[in-house]
């Protein structure tokens, strides 16, 4: 588990880690994949986002080919993106608001923005927009993770508890979206510790997915600070966490979108960086 920088070590655990600041950015000399989104035919059938905002902005970047996916890491702490390159995983938690999720799932489909959700399946956002996200689930523009079922502190909780948090967002994950979430968990508030990983890799749950950035919007902030977060924190391989709790954001897509545009960033969920597991426990 050392040979990867971006591996923490299993002892330094709540303290966001230093975004990298100084890596070098190599833009992949590997064809991209050729297939977009119909941003034609969108602008076509909604002549309304013309006028209203413009002339329709081109489809972000699409992820680097299946080829390019390396070694998923063993056991460990995930917090940024390996190697350098122009990666950028944007996950955002939760879901307390089901319009910001909705929203969240628009934005993807209108921009081509590729996203990680982490999921608590306790929030009703989950199932109401299940027909909505669906589609970009199956086809992989939006992976689900795990965030526990209910959002609790699993540092506080008993090992058959945390068991219990972990299987019972499984089996509302696979059982909604026919999804398995395997190998990432994310620990609501980023907390975890020996015992935490352990629990969660005997379930299969081997990458504590932390973040190297925030969009701070865990409680509501304004726009404009929302702006300035992604303007420091929209970096090559940086993994920036957000959430589907706060109507804010929702203001400010078109603007997160022009940062990953102007820095030719490619958004990226883990399965298209990562191999999946073989075999599952
Ligand atoms: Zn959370």
């Known amino acids: 588990m050392n040979r990867r920088a971006f591996l923490a070590g299993l002892g330094a655990l ?7 600041a100084t890596i070098e950015v190599i833009r992949s000399e590997i064809a991209s994949s050729t297939t977009a989104p119909p941003s034609a035919a969108l602008a076509a059938s909604a002549p309304g986002l013309l006028s209203a905002g413009g002339p329709a902005k081109p489809q972000l970047l699409p992820p680097p080919p299946a080829s390019a996916r390396v070694a998923l890491p063993g056991t460990g702490v995930l917090t940024v993106l390996p190697g350098h390159g122009d990666l950028l995983a944007v996950t955002v938690d939760d879901g307390v608001d089901s319009n910001v999720v909705r929203q969240y799932t628009q934005f993807a489909k209108d921009t081509g923005i590729r996203l990680t959700f982490f999921v608590n399946g306790i929030y009703r956002s989950w199932s109401d927009n299940a027909p909505l996200l669906r589609p970009l689930v199956e086809s992989g523009q939006i992976q689900l993770g795990n965030h526990t079922w209910s959002h609790p502190d699993l540092t506080t909780l008993s090992r058959a508890q945390i068991a219990d948090q972990i299987q019972r967002n499984q089996t509302f994950l696979s059982n909604t979206f026919g999804v398995d979430a395997r190998p990432y968990l994310r620990p609501p508030y980023g907390r975890h510790n020996a015992a935490v990983r352990a629990v969660a890799a005997d379930l299969g749950y081997t990458l504590t997915t932390m973040w190297s950035g925030s969009l701070a919007d865990s409680t509501v902030i304004t726009e404009d600070y929302i702006v300035k977060m992604a303007d420091t924190h929209f970096r090559p391989q940086n993994i920036v966490l957000g959430h589907l709790n706060h109507a804010p954001v929702t203001h400010v ?14 958004t990226v969920t883990f399965n298209d960086v990562f191999l999946r597991p073989r075999t599952t426990p």
């Open 253 to 266: 897509f078109d603007r997160l979108a022009d940062v990953v545009r102007a820095r030719n960033l490619r």
């Open 14 to 20: 709540i303290t966001v880690p230093p975004a990298v």
